[in-house]
């Protein structure tokens, strides 16, 4: 079995819109969070499917999820995010150099 990296594994849960619309929906609520039921109020979403994307999102790293009570609060985990983002944007704009052999 092969490994995937975090990053992978992030941009893969943030390959399916539900999913997306989910965690910007949490960067927007910032460090504070949501819970399920504002979650789904919010998106209008019923909490089974929500679960079920907010455990892709959790699996992935991109979101922590903190139990308070009977309550579980679901917040972004910016140092992901920035790991992320990071990683996509580290060699912006370096320049690309073929050799005569990759042109080949």
Known sequence: MTSTSPIARALAALGHDTRL?????????????????????????????????????????LVIQERRGREVTNRADYDAMQRTLSYLTSECCSGVKLTHEDAA
């Open 21 to 61: 619309q989910v965690y910007r929906l949490l960067v927007r609520a910032g460090h504070d969070g949501l819970n399920v039921g504002e979650i789904g109020s919010l998106l209008e979403m019923p909490a089974s499917t929500l679960a079920h994307h907010l455990s892709s999102l959790v699996d992935a790293g």
